[in-house]
């Protein structure tokens, strides 16, 4: 099947809409509020996203993969995923996961719903225990990169994807795809994007999709 698109979505914030996916974990790691306070920090300029991905992974030190992996199952999600995804390879346009969250967390929503994970910061692991060090770090140019990188390994052209985020780490993507849409989003991904809306649904964007998608055809 010959892809006529590629549509990149962000994960924290967008597909998890009530909290982040780093802070869902270490609620349950135990160091929520010193993950919550680092993030905030990133949000405001503070903090660079390798110092939050250092204070985060220091949590993780030896708790088991398998552990991770069945707390994901709760992740609380936005509703409409499925309809979305379906959509989407219903139309030969590859949806992928573009985001800073942690790879598990990645890997976890793609294997659920049918995304494409393409990258995010590592975890380092020891065994069959994470060893709270971080292994590979990952930043929104990198998730930019990442993305460009895959539409050329899938023959896609940028002029034939598009990208759903919420926030600041998502702007870098939306400067090289020439349609962008801020779900949720704070000031200044809403400034960046082409398009932007509020919706508890995540069903609500296939009218933006398929406007896109007539304009590749």
Request: with cysteine; glycine share 8%; net charge negative.
């Amino acid at each position: 099947m010959t892809l006529r698109g590629i549509a990149f979505f962000d994960i924290d914030g967008t597909l998890v809409p009530s909290m982040s996916s780093g802070s869902f974990l270490a609620a349950r790691l135990g160091h929520q509020q010193a993950l919550d306070d680092a993030e905030l920090r990133y949000a405001a300029g503070e903090l660079t996203n390798q110092e939050v991905s250092v204070i985060d992974a220091e949590g993780w030190r030896g708790v088991s993969v398998e552990s991770v992996d069945q707390w994901l199952e709760a992740l609380p999600l936005i509703n409409g995923i499925d309809d979305v995804t379906a959509w989407c390879r219903s139309h030969r346009i590859e949806p992928v996961l573009a985001s800073l969250a942690w790879q598990p967390v990645s890997s976890s929503i793609a294997r659920r719903f049918g995304f494409t994970a393409n990258g995010g910061p590592r975890v380092g692991v020891s065994g069959s225990s994470f060893d709270g060090t971080v292994a590979e770090h990952f930043d929104e140019y990198d998730k930019r990169d990442r993305a460009v990188d895959l539409a050329g390994e899938r023959g896609v052209p940028l002029r034939h994807c598009c990208a759903i985020g919420d926030s600041r780490s998502d702007i870098p993507l939306f400067e090289v795809v020439p349609t962008s849409l801020a779900l949720n989003a704070g000031d200044a991904a809403r400034e960046a994007a082409t398009t932007a809306i509020v919706t508890e649904d995540l069903i609500d964007v296939l009218p933006w999709l398929q406007e896109w998608e007539h304009g590749i055809d």
